[in-house]
Nanobody, 123 residues
């Protein structure tokens, strides 16, 4: 399995931006499609975005499309999530995850997970 470590979370005001990173190790990063999920208190884990092995295809949850951008740098074994125009309802723990196939939005299709990074958006 690939090991994943997220970073870049923090406290930001509504309308602000954050960029999350997910560093991968242990296996060949480019062999995996990747995704971002989030989980707010007392809510189920929610799909945010997915990216293909090379990064040429991306897929977003409807509410994030146009505000969030997923990307990857396979030379650095790193996944990114650029979050703009943040809203208080974006407050959650954000997780990166690896999958053997691209295009899944359900967490059960991802086999490796990071520990999460907290994002808090104040109003």
């Amino acid at each position: 399995q690939v090991q994943l470590v997220e970073s870049g979370g923090g406290l930001v005001q509504a309308g602000g931006s954050l960029r999350l990173s997910c560093a991968a190790s242990g296996r060949t990063f480019s062999n995996y499609a990747m995704g971002w999920f989030r989980q707010a208190p007392e809510k189920e884990r929610e799909f945010v975005a997915a990216i293909s092995y090379s990064g040429d295809m991306t897929y977003y949850a409807g509410s994030m499309k146009g505000r969030f951008t997923i990307s990857r740098d396979n030379s650095k074994n790193t996944l990114y999530l650029q979050m703009d125009s943040l809203k208080p309802e974006d407050t959650a723990v954000y997780y990166c995850a690896a999958s053997n196939r691209y295009g899944f939005s359900h967490s059960s299709q991802y086999h490796s997970w990071g520990q999460g990074t907290q994002v808090t958006v104040s109003s």
